[in-house]
C-alpha cells in the first residue's frame, strides 16, 4: 500500500512571499510519479507540477518548484512570489504504475491563504 | 478540445434511489477513473478503466458500478443510494499509465 501524509492543514502567507508546502510519501515501488494538485474554490483540479521518480532534478513550472528527496520520500512545494490567486487548497499525489493502470493516492490537502 | 466533462453539477438523491453520474473526454485517452472528495480525506479512488470493456475496483468500490462500452464515456452507478455516498464526485483520464490525469469539474451529491 502507498500513502501521501500533508502534516499542514492550513498555511498563510504574504502576497509577494514565499511558502513551501510538505508532503511525505510511502511507497515500494521504485517507477512512481509524484504530483501537485491545485484546487480553487471552484473545485476544479489543476495540476501544478510533476515529478517523475527516476529523475534527481526537482521540476519547475514559472513560480513553482518542488524539493524531490527520494530517500527522505519528501515532496515539498515551493510557491514563489505568492499571488491572491494562488488561495487554493493543495494536495499532494503519488502514481504507481502497475503495467495496465495508473493510481492516483492523495494526501489530505493543504488549504492555503494568501493574503494582501 | 472541451476535455473531461462531467454532469451533474449538482444532484440531491433520497435514500434508495439510483441514478448515474455521467462522464465523457474527447481527448481520446485510454485511462480513465472515478475518485470521490470528503473533506479531510482527499480523493479516493473509486473505480478506473484501462479501455473499452475493461474496467476494475479501486480503493473504494462498494455501492458503486462503472462500464465502459466507449473510449469516450465513463458512467458512474450508485445503485441504492446511502447518505455515506455523499461527497463530490471527480472524474478523470489520462492517455497512458505514466501520464497526467486531468479532472473533471466534479459533481457534488448530496444524499438525504
Known amino acids: 500500500a502507498q500513502t501521501v501524509t500533508q502534516s499542514q492543514p492550513e498555511m498563510s502567507v504574504q502576497e509577494a512571499e514565499t511558502v513551501t508546502l510538505s508532503c511525505t510519501y510511502d511507497t515500494s515501488e521504485n517507477n512512481y510519479y509524484l504530483f501537485w494538485y491545485k484546487q480553487p474554490p471552484s473545485r476544479q483540479m489543476i495540476l501544478v507540477i510533476r515529478?517523475?521518480?527516476?529523475?534527481?532534478q526537482n521540476a519547475t513550472e514559472n513560480r513553482f518548484s518542488v524539493n524531490f528527496q527520494k530517500a527522505a520520500k519528501s515532496f515539498s512545494l515551493k510557491i514563489s512570489d505568492s499571488q491572491l490567486g494562488d488561495t487554493a487548497m493543495y494536495f499532494c499525489?503519488?502514481?504507481?504504475?502497475?503495467?495496465?493502470?495508473?493510481?492516483?493516492?492523495f494526501g489530505t490537502g493543504t488549504r492555503l491563504q494568501v493574503t494582501l | 478540445n472541451a476535455g473531461v466533462t462531467q454532469t451533474p453539477k449538482f444532484q440531491v438523491l433520497k435514500t434508495g434511489q439510483s441514478m448515474t453520474l455521467q462522464c465523457a473526454q474527447d481527448?481520446?485517452?485510454?485511462?480513465m477513473s472515478w475518485y470521490r472528495q470528503d473533506p479531510g480525506m482527499g480523493l479516493r479512488l473509486i473505480h478506473y478503466?484501462?479501455?473499452?470493456?475493461?474496467?476494475d475496483q479501486g480503493e473504494v468500490p462498494n455501492g458503486y458500478n462503472v462500464s465502459r462500452s466507449t473510449t469516450e464515456d465513463f458512467p458512474l452507478r450508485l445503485l441504492s443510494a446511502a447518505p455515506s455516498q455523499t461527497s463530490v464526485y471527480f472524474c478523470a483520464s489520462t492517455l497512458g499509465g505514466t501520464d497526467t490525469q486531468y479532472f473533471g469539474p466534479g459533481t457534488r451529491l448530496t444524499v438525504l
Open positions: 499525489a503519488l502514481a504507481r504504475f502497475t503495467g495496465t493502470a495508473s493510481k492516483l493516492t
Open positions: 515529478q517523475e521518480a527516476y529523475k534527481q
Open positions: 481527448m481520446n485517452h485510454e485511462y
Open positions: 478503466s484501462v479501455g473499452a470493456g475493461i474496467t
